[in-house]
């Protein structure tokens, strides 16, 4: 792990993206080894162990439409997960922007007697009641991503780091910028919905790291995490700064507007670092001919952790690495920074825009 993945590590229990779908594959039971159990530790290590099919769980899974990649992945992702498992009984009701029509579909779950429900909520504070309402009907939640407002909606959350991944963002440029000399750069940033609280964190890390050096954001504007916002705003943020020295985009889907803005401006000063980490810009990473230098990470293949920690749950288990019986509270995934050092590792794992 570099120096700046170190800096901006807080996870409670994590492994990053290499490990989001795959750090729960190791999960056994929490017997202590002995002689005769030495071999079936060696196999759960390779992912056996809680792999191997057990008592049927029915999970139910609800999330906003798949309006653009990242969330597109994260259906996806959990599909693929649930169909690894025979004793999966998997039931997903289909993608709402529309907060009481998400609503209505996890009453409908709940109505279903699911064993474990997966919510990626659209909006947290407003799906949390129903949350509760599955919790205190017995139905164990997994709240993915964005946090219900109160602990009693769910049994366990897992999400990305939002300040993780402004932090990495901004301690690459920093190291960018400081190896070409650059004593005062003009850094431009592109952010998702500013209101939001995940992108207020993801500003606030990206300023934080920055500062570390005395650097700070000279031009910002706000994006609506689609293609067309994109390249409206970075073009007016073009005109503004006649010059650049680095620009963070929050997201790598609106990104594709982004270049679009920059390519039509003509501009090619400055370096990029992306958000999410698509396959598109892990392409452009990869080619090294443009602006784009690096993307970080907020990997949708944490949908295949939440089925994952889902079935855990529903068949009353716990994780081989942990001391403790159960399943944790809170899980936070680090974001890591894909160059063209490392972007071969990641290509895999990276979402279509």
């Not at 005395?214 to 503004?240: D, H, I, M, P, Y």
């Not at 690096?294 to 855990?312: G, H």
Request: proline share 3%.
């Amino acid at each position: 792990m570099d120096r700046f993945a170190l800096d901006r590590r807080r996870l409670l229990v994590g492994s990053g993206l290499l490990g989001a779908a795959g750090f729960l594959a190791a999960c056994t039971s929490n017997e202590p080894e002995t002689e005769d159990t030495a071999a079936t530790t060696q196999a759960a290590a390779t992912g056996s162990g809680n792999d191997e099919p057990g008592q049927e769980v029915v999970i139910g899974f609800s999330a906003p439409a798949a309006d653009h990649g990242w969330i597109g992945a994260i259906t996806t992702k959990a599909e693929e997960e649930a169909k690894k498992y025979p004793d999966v009984d998997f039931q997903a009701v289909e993608g709402s922007n529309d907060v009481n029509q998400q609503i209505s579909q996890v009453e409908t779950l709940i109505s279903r007697n699911v064993d474990v429900l997966v919510i990626l909520p659209f909006d947290g504070n407003a799906l949390t009641e129903v949350g509760v309402k599955a919790m205190e009907a017995g139905i164990q939640v997994i709240n993915l991503d964005r946090v219900f407002s109160s602990p009693r909606g769910a049994r366990t959350w897992i999400g990305g780091d939002n300040y993780g991944m402004g932090a990495a963002a901004g301690y690459f440029l920093v190291q960018q910028l400081q190896a070409k000399g650059v004593k005062n750069p003009v850094i431009g940033e592109v952010q998702g919905i500013a209101d939001l609280p995940l992108t207020q964190d993801r500003s606030k890390g990206f300023a934080e790291a920055l500062a570390t050096a005395g650097f700070k954001v000279s031009n910002q504007v706000s994006a609506q995490f689609t293609v067309e916002s994109g390249q409206q705003v970075t073009s007016n943020l073009l005109q503004a700064a006649p010059k650049l020295d680095a620009l963070w985009n929050h997201d790598d889907d609106q990104g594709l507007g982004v270049l679009a803005a920059i390519d039509q401006a003509g501009r090619d000063e400055f370096i990029m670092v992306g958000g999410a980490g698509s396959k598109n810009m892990m392409d452009l990473i990869k080619a090294d001919s443009g602006v784009v230098k690096a993307t970080v990470t907020y990997p949708p293949s944490m949908a295949a952790s939440a089925v994952k920690l889902a079935r855990l749950v529903g068949q009353n288990k716990g994780m081989s690495d942990l001391v403790e019986l159960g399943v944790p509270a809170s899980i936070t995934l680090t974001s890591e920074t894909v160059t063209k050092e490392n972007v071969d590792q990641y290509l895999s794992l990276g979402f279509e825009s």
